[in-house]
């Protein structure tokens, strides 16, 4: 069935460090990966996605590295901040369906 | 833009009773929005697919006669726990999708936090 996980519950960071958050998948028929962020409370925040026919993708101190071969997905965050601090989500779209399936979770903490 | 309220943010009712959260595209119509749910330190998990004027299209394992979902408008779906008991206690939130993008994009509400007693 579909299965998106994570590799790590949790990553603590020291500020300023740049910070990487692996997630595998199994389903290999998603269209788009995308990663969200979920601060205490809210709901989930949009940070970057990437199309299934690529491999890296950039944003603003954000970059999402897809490695299909096995189905790893990983998100990088350069000079973390204390703002950063959230667990983040990957996820699959399914165009077929029209519907996003999330992951585990990893909770990022930030050290001073 | 783009933003997608839940009312209420927050609810506690007693074991037995209806509850109904609802969730508005405020500045964007929605074709389709999406109901979730989310226990304590675990990931958001997809409950149903809502789509205005039509059923709604329940996962696999979720009851529809206890989640009843209703898509009235392209801009106001409504998640209604129906009988509810402690173990309905988690976090609901909501997505929708807007009208005229045929891509991925899915805007999340803030959520609405349900105890039951």
């Known amino acids: 069935g579909e299965s998106v996980g994570l590799h790590l519950p949790t990553l603590s960071v020291q500020e300023g460090d740049n910070s990487i958050i692996n997630c595998a998948y199994s389903?290999?028929?998603?269209?788009?990966f995308i990663w969200y962020k979920q601060e205490s409370g809210k709901g989930p925040q949009f940070i970057i996605d990437?199309?299934?026919?690529?491999d890296k993708r950039q944003g603003q101190r954000v970059t999402v590295l897809l490695n299909k071969t096995v189905k790893h997905l990983s998100l990088q965050i350069a000079a973390t901040q204390p703002g950063d601090s959230a667990v983040y989500f990957c996820?699959?779209?399914?165009?077929?369906?029209?519907?996003?399936?999330f992951g585990s979770g990893t909770r990022l903490s930030i050290r001073p | 833009g783009a933003v997608v309220s839940q009312h209420p943010s927050r609810v506690i009712c007693k074991s037995g009773t209806s509850v109904k959260i609802e969730c508005r595209s405020l500045?964007?119509?929605?074709?389709?929005m999406f109901w979730y749910r989310q226990f304590p330190k675990q990931s958001l998990m997809l409950m149903a697919t809502?789509?205005?004027?039509?059923?709604?299209?329940?996962e696999q394992g979720v009851e529809k006669d206890k989640f009843l979902i209703n898509h009235a408008s392209l801009t106001l779906s409504t998640l209604t726990v129906t009988s509810a008991h402690p173990e309905d206690s988690s976090f609901y939130i909501c997505?929708?999708?807007?009208?005229?993008?045929?891509?991925?994009?899915?805007?999340f509400g803030p959520g609405t936090r349900l105890t039951v007693l």
């Open positions: 996820a699959e779209w399914f165009s077929s369906a029209s519907k996003i399936i």
């Open positions: 809502s789509n205005e004027g039509s059923k709604a299209t329940y």
């Open positions: 500045d964007f119509q929605a074709t389709t």
């Open positions: 389903n290999s028929a998603s269209d788009y």
């Open positions: 990437i199309r299934s026919n690529m």
């Open positions: 997505s929708a999708a807007p009208r005229q993008r045929g891509s991925n994009e899915q805007f």
